[in-house]
C-alpha cells in the first residue's frame, strides 16, 4: 500500500506492509525506498503521525544514500580528454589501426580502432574488465579478515548503476559499480568494507558504524574523497 506525506519542502513517499506485528517500524533502503512495517490494524493517520515523528531521522538517512549516487558527466570520447583509472587521470589517445584494442602507457590512455565511433565501447569494455580484475584483488583478503564474524559473501559481482556504489543483497551477494574502477584503491576498499558491514549488521545502526570504524579507521576521509570525485 503505498501513500505519502509532506513534512516542510520534503514529500515522503513510503509503502506501508502490514503483517502480525505489535509495532510499526520505518525503514530507509539504500534505494531511497521507504518501507513502514505496521500492525494489520494500524490507523494509516497513526502511521503518518509517526513518518512526521521520524522525519529528521529519515531525511538524514535519504541524504546518506544520496552521497552514494555516482556523478558522472558526459564524456565525448575524444582525443586529449582526461580519464580516470584507480585514481589517477590519465590523457586519452585515440589511434587509428587494424585492430582494436585499450592500453595505458606512463600516464596516457592509448585506444586503437579501426572506427572512431566504437571508442566509447572499447574504453568501456576495457574498465569492465579491469574492474573484474582489480575489485577481486582488493576484496579477497578484506573477505577473508571478515570471516572471524562468521560471515562471507555468496558471491562479488560487478555491474554498472546509476544510483549507488555498492550494494549488498539480504542473501549475501555483494555488487560493486564498476565505475569504482576510476576511483582510488582507499576508496575501492571503503565500499567493499562498507558492504562486507552490511553482512554483520543490515541497518546502519550505531554497531554497524562502530564495525565499519573497527575495520576501516579513516572510512570518512575515504567516503568523503569519493564523494568529491569528478568522474
Known sequence: MKESIQFGS????????????KTIGITVNPDMDIIVKAPI??????IKSKIMHKAPWIVKQLNYFLSFMPKMPLKRFVGGESHLYMGRQYLLKVITGKSEMVSY???????????????ENLLTGWYNERAKQKFHEIARPLISKFKKYDVEPSGLYIQKMSKRWGSC?????????????????????????????HLVYYDHTRNFIELQKREMSDWEKWKNRLDHIQF
Do not use: M, Q
Open 41 to 46: 490494524n494500524a490507523p494509516v493517520d497513526l
Open 10 to 21: 520534503v514529500r515522503f513517499d513510503f509503502r506501508i506492509e502490514y503483517s502480525a506485528r
Open 169 to 197: 543483497t539480504p542473501g549475501g551477494k555483494i555488487i560493486l559499480n564498476t565505475e569504482l574502477i576510476k576511483a582510488p584503491k582507499n576508496c575501492i576498499e571503503y565500499v567493499i568494507i562498507h558492504e562486507l558491514c
Open 105 to 119: 602507457k606512463g600516464r596516457v590512455l592509448e585506444v586503437t580502432t579501426r572506427d572512431k565511433s566504437r571508442v
